[in-house]
Nanobody, 119 residues
Framework: QVQVVESGGGLVQSGGSLRLSCAASGSIVYLNMAWYRQAPGKQREWVATITTITSGSRTNYVNSTKDRFTISRDNAENTVYLQMNSLKPEDTAVYYC???????????WGQGAQVTVSS
């Protein structure tokens, strides 16, 4: 069972930046990875995906974060990052990382990283 720990969250003003990290307890070399977020009172939504390095590390983003967020993974493929720039109050949520799709259950949901963006 692979566990993940999200870190790097915090409180920032509109227009600020944060870099989230997702550290996996085991190899994720063969897994497409993604970031998800859940805002207060709303369902969890998909934010960004990155494919395996061997398949080209192709990325995709929800339209609301395109050109502001960048997902990446390191050479060992056991850590995934989310660089968030030009943050907006509507980005406020708990951010989680997991496989894409996530419901397979290979990676357990972590506790997430709280991101709060003030106006």
């Amino acid at each position: 069972q692979v566990q993940v720990v999200e870190s790097g969250g915090g409180l920032v003003q509109s227009g600020g930046s944060l870099r989230l990290s997702c550290a996996a307890s085991g190899s994720i070399v063969y897994l497409n990875m993604a970031w998800y977020r859940q805002a207060p009172g709303k369902q969890r939504e998909w934010v960004a995906t990155i494919t395996t390095i061997t398949s080209g590390s192709r990325t995709n983003y929800v339209n609301s974060t395109k050109d502001r967020f960048t997902i990446s993974r390191d050479n060992a493929e056991n850590t995934v990052y989310l660089q968030m720039n030009s943050l907006k109050p509507e980005d406020t949520a708990v951010y989680y990382c997991n496989t894409w799709p996530a419901n397979w259950g290979y990676i357990s949901w972590g506790q997430g990283a709280q991101v709060t963006v003030s106006s």
